[in-house]
């Protein structure tokens, strides 16, 4: 009835049975956060206990490391739980006769490890999720956040290549949350796991996700980086999904900067920087070593009064000035820009030149979300845009 174009409400009230999911194909990549998001009803959880035979699929193959989950036996199923895939559920599901550290090093045990070595294991994943000198309590005797640490900790003892979190931080309250959410991203960046997440949280999902899932009616909607789902939704369902999103929390000075040109090299004199800065019409520009390092800023009329004192670059280079890194958010970029009278150096690792912001390009970029949002202003905003193209055009000119 799916094949024929019936819709899961149309099936429904048929048949009486829920199309779970249909015609769900995706990648996970070694090492990433993927997010499956969507509305209550939507398929993610049914989707994620697939992926572990929680849930078995009618059709289709589950791949991890070419191994199709969806064709295996029972005891070659129980050897994937164990050692290479793990879950983490919103109930915490901890044992409440055990301590933490036998909480944590249950997984282990069942694998048959020796009590010193899932000991030693243990400790270790307990460190790493902040609980130390909690090993002897019992869970009851720990906050919910406490206890979601201990499932985590449980989760990594055992050292699985994949992570499955089913809305692992939707018990919690909002503070706790937000700081086990900040304790996610803080672990993922030292162990570099494989984690499927499940939320129905969209700040969440953005927050954590480094491709995110939106689904609908037990397909998928549109698969993305967060800012790709944010600038570029597929249809009206993802559009209303993330309408409302604060963009300058999400945005970064890599999605508004422009090409840094022209420069020049700190190995150059004077009269190349004063023939580069009239060739483009603009009265200030960035100073590179051979490797593109940024080295400072150099003025028009600084530039002029050296030339005449036959001076160098270097002694007129201001070097003490704001810059940011590419994955800075907007939301620092904002106040940052509104207090220089120069664009903004956006720049990568030891300093590298990546590019540059002017007041413009912000703008620019908050206006498409006026436009998106607020149709009904659209000319109103598209008037803004027209302003923004020219401020940008003049901030370039006045560089």
């Known amino acids: 009835m799916v094949e024929k174009g019936l819709s899961k409400q149309e099936i429904l009230e048929k048949t009486k049975q829920t199309v779970g999911l249909y015609d769900v194909n995706f990648d996970v990549y070694e090492g990433e956060t993927f997010v499956l998001m969507g509305l209550s009803g939507s398929g993610k959880s049914t989707l994620l206990r697939c992926l572990?035979?929680?849930?078995?699929?009618?059709?289709?193959?589950i791949l991890v490391d070419g191994d199709d989950i969806a064709g295996m036996n029972t005891e070659e199923l129980r050897n994937i739980r164990r050692n290479k895939m793990t879950m983490v559920f919103q109930s915490f599901a901890l044992l409440p006769h055990r301590t933490v550290i036998d909480n944590v090093a249950f997984g282990l045990e069942i694998q048959g490890v020796s009590k010193d070595e899932r000991y030693s294991h243990a400790e270790e994943a307990i460190n790493t999720v902040g609980l130390k000198g909690y090993e002897q309590s019992t869970t009851s005797e720990l906050s919910g956040g406490m206890q979601?640490?201990?499932?985590?900790?449980?989760?990594?003892?055992?050292?699985?290549?994949?992570l499955l979190m089913d809305e692992a931080f939707s018990a919690l309250d909002p503070l706790i949350r937000a700081e086990m959410q900040d304790e996610l991203v803080a672990l993922q960046n030292k162990m570099k796991k494989t984690i499927v997440f499940v939320s129905h949280d969209l700040d969440e999902a953005l927050k954590l996700g480094d491709r995110i899932a939106i689904m609908k009616d037990g397909y998928?909607?549109?698969?993305?980086?967060?800012?790709?789902?944010?600038?570029s939704p597929a249809d009206d369902y993802v559009s209303e999904f993330v309408a409302g999103v604060d963009r300058t929390k999400i945005l970064t000075a890599e999605n508004v900067m422009k090409r840094p040109e022209p420069v020049v090299s700190i190995n150059?004199?004077?009269?190349?920087?004063?023939?580069?800065?009239?060739?483009?019409?603009?009265?200030?520009?960035?100073?590179?070593d051979p490797d593109k390092i940024l080295q400072g800023i150099i003025l028009i009329d600084?530039?002029?009064?050296?030339?005449?004192?036959?001076?160098?670059?270097?002694?007129?280079?201001?070097?003490?000035?704001?810059?940011?890194?590419?994955?800075?958010?907007?939301?620092?970029?904002?106040?940052?820009?509104?207090?220089?009278?120069f664009p903004l150096p956006v720049v990568e690792g030891t300093g590298k030149l990546r590019?540059?912001?002017?007041?413009?390009?912000?703008?620019?970029?908050?206006?498409?979300?006026?436009?998106?949002?607020?149709?009904?202003?659209?000319?109103?905003?598209?008037?803004?845009?027209?302003?923004?193209?020219?401020?940008?055009?003049?901030?370039?000119?006045?560089?």
Do not use: C, W
Request: charged share 25%; proline share 5%.
């Open 302 to 341: 600084d530039v002029v009064t050296a030339l005449k004192e036959k001076k160098k670059i270097s002694d007129v280079l201001i070097a003490d000035f704001p810059r940011v890194q590419l994955d800075t958010p907007l939301k620092e970029i904002i106040p940052v820009i509104a207090e220089i009278q």
């Open 52 to 61: 572990n035979r929680l849930i078995s699929p009618t059709s289709g193959h």
């Open 220 to 231: 998928i909607a549109q698969i993305g980086t967060p800012e790709e789902i944010l600038t």
């Open 148 to 162: 979601q640490r201990v499932g985590l900790a449980r989760a990594l003892a055992t050292d699985p290549d994949v």
């Open 355 to 399: 590019g540059i912001i002017v007041r413009g390009s912000v703008l620019g970029a908050l206006a498409i979300t006026e436009v998106e949002e607020y149709p009904e202003t659209s000319e109103i905003s598209t008037a803004s845009n027209t302003i923004d193209e020219n401020n940008i055009k003049a901030e370039e000119a006045g560089q």
């Open 268 to 288: 150059s004199g004077l009269s190349v920087a004063i023939q580069l800065m009239k060739k483009h019409g603009i009265s200030s520009i960035f100073v590179v």
